[in-house]
């Protein structure tokens, strides 16, 4: 609201960690604007930007406010590079993100809260002012940002599963020791021993590391390993069409989209419920 209320026209660009962070700030910024003393500040929309929000209520985001309207762009790091939203001045960088990374101790992959990069902070800060100068408001000192946030974000093969990678790399049949490839970003050594290990498991390598008959047919479906075996024993035992039904679910990020009260910001006009 301080920016709202103290600073020129122009549309502000807030970045939060996920979906749910987002509709409570977005609930929140509509509390503050119709608690302000009438005449304080202009209207101000608040529309929420993330990667599953559906594509009708997405496109809203590139609409040009009404003249005298401010809007508050509430997203997650899909508004860092993948768009560019015309008319944002303000930027807030809370300075975090979530992330999702592997943990070959436990086999799970866990989506963390983390301390974005400063190449991140830079990609941030350029949100604002593209057509015009901008501020961007960042929510950390900058002693941590000088001294402890991190340079660059890990590269994705060095935080998830390489399962997938290290099946498809025995499947060239290149007699290739995945332990000692020259990887441009070499992952840690427990990750790709943890891959070897599923994949002998699975029946898609054997015991000397070789690629299976089975592996070669797991590599050549675009499912993550596990799902593809067991696509294939489901074939052997005739529950292909169940089966494939629970892949699809399994592949899918979202399968339920939540509705929204008639009249609320982030839904005109919806009826509520699920779909």
Known sequence: MQIHTSQPEGDILVFLTGQAEIDKAIG????????????????????PLYASLPPELQVRVFRPAPEGVRRCIVATNVAETSITVEGVVYVVDTGVVKQKSYQPSSGMDSLDVVA??????????GRAGRTRPGKCFRLYTRNYYDH????????????????????YLKSLQLDIDVL??????????????????????????DADGNVTPMGQRMAGLPLDPALARA????????????????????????????GQAPGDITNPGGSGGHR
């Open 28 to 47: 929140k910024i509509n509390e503050a604007v119709a608690s302000l003393p009438a005449g304080s500040a202009g209207p101000l929309v608040a529309l």
């Open 116 to 125: 974005i990069s400063r190449v991140q902070a830079t990609q941030r800060a």
């Open 148 to 167: 402890k946030m991190p340079n660059v974000t890990a590269p994705e093969i060095q935080r998830t599963s390489l399962v997938g990678a290290v099946l």
């Open 180 to 205: 000692s490839f020259d990887f441009l970003d070499p992952p840690a050594t427990a990750a790709l021993e943890d891959a070897l290990r599923q994949l002998l498991v699975l029946d898609a390598i």
């Open 231 to 258: 696509l294939l024993a489901a074939r052997e035992l005739g529950c292909f069409t169940e089966m494939i039904s629970v892949a699809a679910m399994l592949s899918s990020e979202h399968l339920f989209l939540a």
